[in-house]
C-alpha cells in the first residue's frame, strides 16, 4: 500500500470520526432545540401567564413490605414548572409542600433547567429548601409546609421538584387535590395497589376538570389513573366554610386486603361499623377510673341536683370556666383524647381533652356519657359517602338525658348548657358506645326566631350631622359573637370590633361610648348601649332637610356578581333582626315627603319588610330581616341579585322635612331636642 494510499485513508478515518461527532453534535442540538419549541408553544398557549405546570405528577405506591409482610404506603410526587414571564424568575420561583406525621417526608429534591445561547438547556442545581412553620387552620397542628425555592432563574427556565411521603396509617394515605395557584398543563393521580387491596375513591367537585379515569390489572397489581388537563389556576371564594367545598379533589380510602396466607380480608375503613371499631380503640380504656380529686370535684359541683339535666349542666358550667383552651396536637394526639385526670391536672386541654373530662365527670355522676366526633362545617363530607377520619375535625362528648342527646362543648364558654356551636348546625355526631355499637346523631339547625337583633336607634339632626343612641339587645349566635368579641380581644381591638358591629350612616361614624352588657346564667343574652354622631350625613337644601333613614343596610352588598362563581354562598346561622330608627322632626319642621311600605326576598332563603310611620313630633322607620336558610345555591343568584337590587333601590329612599311657613323664623334644629330624646331612650 502506498503512502499516498494510507494518507488518503487517514483523511478518511479522520474525516467519518468529525462527521460522526458532528452528527452526535447535530443530534443532541436537534433534541435540545426540540425541547425549547415544546416549551416555546407550552408558553405561546399560556402567554397571559407569568409561570405553569406543565406536569404534576402524584403516585400513591400501596405494597406488602419484603421485611415484616405488613401493608405500606407510599406518595411519589413531580412538580414540573415553566417560567413564562419576565417576572416569573421572581413571582414564581418557589414550590411548597405539607408533611405530617402520618405522611412523614422522606426525601425531596430540585434541580432547573436555564436556557443557554445555543437554544438548548443548562442544567443547574440552585434549588435551596427551607422548613416552613406550622399551618393554621387545620386539624392537625403537626402540618409542616417546606419551601423549595430556586434562584438564578430566567424567562422560559423550568424547574423539577419532587419529594416523597411515607404514611404511617394506612387509614390516613394522602388526598390529591388539583388546584394550584398557577396554572397546570397536565395532572396526573396514579394509584398502584396489589390486586388482594381494595380501594376506594371520592371524587368531589371534578366536574369541571373533566377527570379522565383509567384502570389496568398489570403483574398481580391494579393502576388507577386520573388525569386532568389544562386546569386554570385556583380561584378562592369568600363566604364559604372552606376550599373544599369547591377545590376538584379525590379522597382515596382502603376499605379492606387479604395478605399473603390469610385466611380472611382484612377490613380497615368500609363503612360505618368499621369505622366505629377502627376510633373506639382510640378511647376504649379512657377514664376507666378516675382520680380521688376529681371525683370529688363532681360530688360538690352535682350535691345539690334533683335531675340528670343538673348535673350535666352544672359539670358543663364547671369545665367551661375552669379548663382553658389550648391545641397541641401532634401525630396520634390528633385522635386520642388525654385522660381527664392529667386535664384536671393541667387545667388546659384541646377539643377531645374537653371531651374526655366531660365524658368522665358525667359518668361518674351517673349519666350516659359518650366520646362523639363531628365534622364542623369545613368539611363538606358525610360519613355515608367516606366512612374515614375525613369527616371529622372535632370531638365533643354526648350526654343522654333521657330521649335527648345533648352535647357538650367545652371549646366555646360563651354558650349556654345544651347549645351547639354554629360550625356544627346539621352534621352528624358519631357516638362511639362501644366496639360493636355507634349512634350518628344530626346536631339540629337552630332556628331563626332563636337568634335575634334588636336595634332601636333615637337620632335627632344638628345642622348637617345626624347625633343619636342605640340600644341593641341580641338573643341566641349574634349574642354570643359579642360576647366572643369582649371574652377573647385586647381593649383597643375590643373597640374597634364593637364599633364595626355598630356603625351606621357613613365612614363618619363616631362611636362616643357604648357599654356592653353580657348575662353569664340561662341563655346568656347580650346588650349594646352607645351614644354617636355622623358627620355631614343630612343634606339641607333651602328649606328641606333631605334625610336617608337607611343607617344600617342589611344584605345590601350581598349581590353576587362573580358570573363563574360555582359554590354557593354560606351564611353563618339562620336570624330574625328587627330594625327600628327614630327621627325627631326639628321644631318648625313638617313631613313633606314619606317613603312607602316595601316587602320582598327570596323564598325559603331570607327576606325583607320596611314601613314608615310619622307624626309630628318624630318618625319611625322599621325593617325586619329574617335570614330561613343558610346557605345560596348559584341556581338562586339571579333572582337574589334581582331581590339585592330591589332592596337597594329601597334604601335610597329619604324623607323630607320642610320649614312650616307659619315658623319660618324659627327654623332651625334645636340643642334642647337632643337632651329631652336622650334622657327618653335612656329610661327605656
Known amino acids: 500500500m502506498t503512502s ?27 433534541q435540545k432545540t426540540a425541547e425549547r419549541l415544546k416549551n416555546d408553544s407550552i408558553a405561546a398557549k399560556y402567554k397571559n401567564e407569568n409561570a405553569v405546570y406543565t406536569n404534576y405528577v402524584q403516585k400513591l405506591v400501596i405494597k406488602q413490605d419484603e421485611e415484616d409482610g405488613r401493608l405500606v404506603a407510599n406518595t411519589y410526587v413531580t412538580m414540573d414548572k415553566l417560567i413564562i414571564s419576565d417576572l416569573a424568575p421572581v413571582t414564581c420561583n418557589k414550590d411548597y409542600f405539607v408533611y405530617d406525621d402520618f405522611n412523614a417526608l422522606s426525601n425531596y429534591s430540585g434541580i432547573s433547567q436555564v436556557p443557554d445561547k445555543k437554544g438548548g438547556y443548562k442544567r443547574e442545581e440552585n434549588c435551596a429548601f427551607g422548613e416552613g412553620g406550622q399551618l393554621t387552620g387545620m386539624f392537625f397542628d403537626d402540618l409542616r409546609e417546606v419551601q423549595a425555592y430556586y434562584t438564578g432563574l430566567t424567562k422560559n427556565a423550568t424547574t423539577e421538584t419532587k419529594y416523597t411521603l411515607e404514611n404511617t396509617d394506612l387509614s390516613l394515605i394522602e388526598d390529591m387535590y388539583f388546584s394550584e395557584e398557577i396554572p397546570v398543563l397536565k395532572y396526573v393521580f396514579e394509584v398502584t395497589v396489589p390486586k388482594y387491596v381494595n380501594i376506594s375513591f371520592v371524587l368531589k367537585n371534578t366536574e369541571a ?26 380561584k378562592h371564594y369568600s363566604r364559604v366554610p372552606s376550599a373544599k367545598y369547591y377545590i376538584p379533589h ?10 399473603t396466607g390469610a385466611k380472611k380480608d382484612s377490613v380497615l375503613l368500609r363503612d360505618a361499623d368499621a369505622l366505629n371499631k377502627h376510633h373506639f380503640a ?27 339535666r343538673e348535673k350535666a349542666a352544672h359539670i358543663y358550667n364547671w369545665i367551661q370556666k375552669n379548663i382553658h383552651y389550648v391545641a397541641f396536637e401532634k401525630g396520634m394526639q390528633g385522635f386520642v383524647p388525654r385522660p381527664a385526670d392529667t386535664v384536671y391536672k393541667r387545667m388546659y386541654g384541646d377539643c377531645k381533652d374537653m ?27 358525610s360519613i355515608d359517602e367516606i366512612p374515614t377520619q375525613s369527616c371529622f375535625n372535632h370531638m365533643i362528648c354526648a350526654v343522654k338525658l333521657g330521649e335527648e342527646w345533648v352535647f357538650l362543648d367545652g371549646t366555646d364558654n360563651t354558650q349556654p348548657f345544651a347549645a351547639n356551636r354554629y360550625d356544627i348546625q346539621g352534621k352528624e355526631a358519631f357516638i362511639y358506645m362501644d366496639a360493636g355499637h355507634y349512634k350518628i346523631v344530626k346536631i339540629p339547625v337552630v332556628p331563626a326566631d332563636k337568634n335575634t337583633v334588636t336595634d332601636s336607634t333615637f337620632i335627632h339632626l344638628a345642622d348637617n350631622n345626624l347625633q343619636g343612641n342605640l340600644v341593641q339587645h341580641t338573643t341566641g349566635y349574634p349574642a354570643w359573637d359579642i360576647a ?10 375590643r373597640d374597634d370590633r364593637i364599633r364595626e358591629e355598630l356603625m351606621r350612616g357613613s365612614e363618619k361614624y363616631h362611636m362616643a361610648k357604648y357599654n356592653v352588657s353580657a348575662k353569664e346564667k340561662n341563655d346568656k343574652d347580650a346588650s349594646i348601649t352607645a351614644d354617636f ?45 328587627k330594625e327600628v330608627v327614630v327621627l325627631d322632626i326639628p321644631e318648625g319642621y313638617k313631613v313633606t315627603h314619606l317613603p312607602g311600605a316595601a316587602h320582598g326576598g327570596l323564598e325559603g332563603v331570607w327576606s325583607y319588610k320596611i314601613s314608615y310611620a310619622a307624626d309630628k313630633k318624630k318618625i ?10 343558610l346557605s345560596l345555591s348559584p341556581g338562586q343568584f339571579v333572582n337574589n341579585n334581582r331581590i339585592i337590587d330591589e332592596l337597594n333601590h329601597e334604601y335610597k329612599e329619604s324623607v323630607v322635612l320642610t320649614i312650616e311657613k307659619k315658623n319660618s323664623k324659627k327654623a332651625r334644629p334645636h340643642e334642647s331636642v337632643w337632651s329631652a330624646n336622650n334622657s327618653r331612650s335612656n329610661k327605656k
Open 209 to 234: 376538570i373533566h377527570l379522565k379515569q383509567d384502570k389496568e390489572e398489570k403483574d398481580g397489581k391494579i393502576i388507577y389513573t386520573f388525569t386532568a388537563s389544562n386546569v386554570r389556576a385556583a
Open 484 to 493: 366572643r368579641i369582649m371574652m377573647y380581644n385586647k381593649e383597643k381591638d
Open 282 to 308: 382510640y378511647v376504649k380504656d379512657m377514664n376507666i377510673k378516675l382520680d380521688t380529686p376529681l371525683v370529688r370535684v363532681v360530688k360538690e359541683i352535682t350535691k345539690n341536683d334533683n335531675t340528670d
Open 533 to 577: 354622631t355622623v358627620e355631614d350625613y343630612a343634606h339641607k337644601v333651602g328649606k328641606e332637610y333631605i334625610v336617608n333613614m337607611n343607617l344600617d343596610r342589611a344584605y345590601a352588598n350581598q349581590r353576587m356578581n362573580d358570573s363563574e362563581r360555582k359554590v354557593g354562598f354560606y351564611y353563618p346561622y339562620k336570624e330574625k333582626t
Open 250 to 259: 379525590i379522597l382515596p380510602y382502603i376499605t379492606s386486603y387479604r395478605l
Open 355 to 381: 371531651a374526655s373530662m366531660s365524658m368522665a365527670m358525667c359518668r361518674q355522676a351517673g349519666l350516659k356519657a359518650y366520646f362523639a366526633t363531628i365534622g364542623t362545617t369545613d368539611i363538606p363530607y
Open 4 to 30: 499516498t494510499k494510507i494518507h488518503l485513508m487517514a483523511i478518511g478515518k479522520t474525516a467519518c470520526l468529525l462527521m460522526a461527532g458532528m452528527l452526535s453534535t447535530s443530534s443532541l442540538m436537534a
Open 620 to 629: 319611625v322607620l322599621t325593617k325586619e330581616y329574617e335570614q330561613q336558610a
